[in-house]
């Protein structure tokens, strides 16, 4: 099969030219060539377009070979050469392939030609793929395969760069950061052809709107940061509410259907008192997540002395902690006495901690930013796991104790609770999790009692009715917590099946004072035995409390005033 070549003979003699190229297309080479006597030719050749071959006399009257290889590498530095000579010596052969010939051949022995020019075409080309695949790997390096904008870890780059130049300089600079509204929407309605599809056309408008020194990325999911060089805070917002106003303008069409889309918008100002690349990166990432706190579609500048910024970076702060502990299975698990009123019967409430070093860390600190961050499912199923863990091995040593001791409370088989989220209760996979986990560890499942709070459970009333329904069913108590503190949650009880109520210790730990907190918690009370359910006293603090609630006539009894919460091994 011929092959058609670009060569460049650099020759003086037009005869010895034309005997070259007759022995490549006697080889099956067909070629276009063009031929040059002196180093200007050569070097406009080159200039005005690529050869597949440079061919060059070693001896000519203008200039040699030793120069007509400087020109070719220094104009196109892959091109093969290959010098042809009547006479050479081999120190002059040897001294033209160090200076990069691939081969030189004599005159009188061009039937080498064609060979030589075949492997030279093959090392090339193999050179050419080589050089287009670590091009591509380092492009993908540096892009997102999606959208084809810079990707994060280059964005940083720029980012540091930016940076330096504000500390250094006193420039000014701006990181936006957008995220879209209804990206989740669409990609699950259209599918993730149709959301990627979303992402490469905001990717574009965006682009679109940006200065030449300006840089974008995709971050990651639906996020996009923008890199405004050069740019006071003021402008930085006009920007923004450009970048906004586009995307609230952008029609996405996929197959008929047209969507709008909206986005939430953070800017942070780069100059001589911003501090590293992560710290920039989390405020604008804090803005963007107070914009939607604000109802969405909205642009909300990063501001040291708002109250609400600063309270999410503190929640951001726990958030990252909190992806730490369960790496490093830095949780640990407390436990909390549930008495019995009218039975000699102890149960306990599980309640999760955080381990700093020595330090435990209360949940109040934690949890707030556990819920804010779509983490509540992740610590919900630790402490299952762990939950579980303990009670089997409860059980086991139970067998082992000796009948005398048997009576004694601390030893009796009682209920364990378990908390649970509003996150987990909406998690499609959660109930499987609990399932397995039943399974795993072989434990009586009439000794789990899980619960929630009733504001979780009323505003979830349907999932949440579906899943307390199908954990009963696996044999496992349910408990509303916190029960009381809307009156007009009684007529739910019909609809939510549960065991166990727990009143709310609002109302328990002020009942000898308040006539009416007595009166709400006789009332949850009595609703809660009419519907055949156990009721657990929240909060109770003192012996007196525990006496009217015997009174009452309230099942069980949890607060400091019975027993402070405590690791499970004391």
């Known amino acids: 099969m011929e092959r058609f070549l670009k060569v460049l003979i650099a020759d003086d003699s037009e005869d010895d030219a034309l005997l070259l190229i007759r022995e490549l297309r006697r080889g099956g080479l067909r070629c276009e060539f063009e031929r040059v006597e002196n180093a200007q030719g050569l070097k406009a050749s080159l200039n005005r377009q690529d050869w597949d071959l440079v061919v ?7 200039f040699t070979s030793s120069e007509a290889l400087k020109i070719t590498k220094a104009v196109q530095p892959e091109t093969p050469v290959i010098v042809v000579s009547g006479a050479i010596s081999d120190d002059v052969a040897v001294n033209s392939m160090k200076s990069g010939a691939q081969d030189y051949i ?27 695949a670590e091009k591509k790997v380092a492009y993908l390096a540096n892009h997102d395969v999606l959208t084809d904008l810079i990707n994060r870890e280059q964005f940083k780059v720029h980012l540091e760069q930016a940076l330096t130049s504000a500390l250094n300089h006193g420039v000014e600079h701006a990181l936006v950061y957008v995220d879209l509204d209804q990206f989740k929407i669409i990609n699950d309605t259209c599918g993730h052809l149709a959301g990627d599809e979303l992402l490469k056309q905001i990717g574009v408008l965006i682009k679109s709107i940006l200065g030449e020194a300006d840089y974008i990325s995709r971050m990651g999911g639906d996020e996009f940061g923008v890199l405004l060089m050069d740019c006071t805070l003021q402008e930085a917002i006009a920007m923004a509410g450009r970048i906004h106003e586009a995307i609230k303008q952008h029609r996405f069409l996929w197959h008929e259907q047209t969507f ?14 911003s501090s590293t690349v ?10 963007c997540f107070a914009a939607k706190d604000k109802g969405r579609s909205y642009i909300q500048v990063y501001d040291l002395n708002d109250e609400d910024l600063t309270q999410r970076r503190d929640q951001m702060h726990w958030a990252s902690r909190i992806r730490q502990a369960l790496d490093n299975d830095q949780f640990v698990l407390y436990k909390q006495a549930i008495v019995g009123l009218s039975e000699p019967v102890c149960h306990y409430e599980f309640l999760v901690r955080m381990k700093d070093g020595e330090r435990i860390v209360p949940p109040g600190l934690f949890i707030p930013a556990a819920e804010r961050f779509n983490l509540m499912t992740l610590i919900d199923r630790w402490v299952i796991n762990h939950a579980f863990a303990y009670v089997q091995n409860s059980l086991k040593a139970q067998k082992n ?8 409370n601390e030893h009796q088989a009682g209920l364990y609770f378990i908390n649970l989220s509003g996150s987990s209760l909406n998690d499609e996979v959660f109930f499987d999790f609990v399932k397995e986990c039943k399974t795993r560890y072989s434990i009586p499942a009439n000794c789990i009692c899980f619960e929630i709070t009733e504001t979780t459970a009323i505003s979830n009333i349907e999932s949440a009715s579906v899943f307390i329904a199908e954990i009963r069913e696996l044999g496992f108590l349910f408990a509303l917590d916190d029960f009381g503190v809307g009156m007009s949650s009684f007529a739910y009880l019909k609809a939510i099946p549960v065991d166990v109520l727990k009143i709310d210790g609002g109302f328990v730990r002020n009942m ?13 009370n009595a609703i809660a ?14 012996s007196e409390i525990e006496m009217r609630l015997r009174e009452l006539g309230v099942d069980y009894a949890q607060g400091y005033g019975i027993e402070k919460p405590r690791p499970l091994d004391d």
């Open 260 to 273: 709008t889309v909206s986005s939430c918008v953070g800017v942070v100002q780069i100059n001589a008192s």
């Open 512 to 524: 000898l004072d308040d006539a009416m907190d007595l009166a709400i918690v006789s009332a949850c």
């Open 401 to 408: 104790v000796p009948p005398a001791v048997q009576h004694d």
């Open 278 to 287: 992560e710290e920039l990166l989390a405020s604008a990432d804090m803005a």
């Open 106 to 132: 004599m005159k009188d022995n061009l039937a080498r030609l064609v060979p030589v020019v075949e492997r030279e075409l093959r090392e090339a080309q193999q050179r050419s793929a080589h050089r287009a």
């Open 529 to 542: 035995h009419s519907a055949g359910l156990k009721t657990v006293a929240e909060f109770v603090e003192n």
């Open 56 to 62: 060059t006399d070693h001896n000519m009257p203008s």
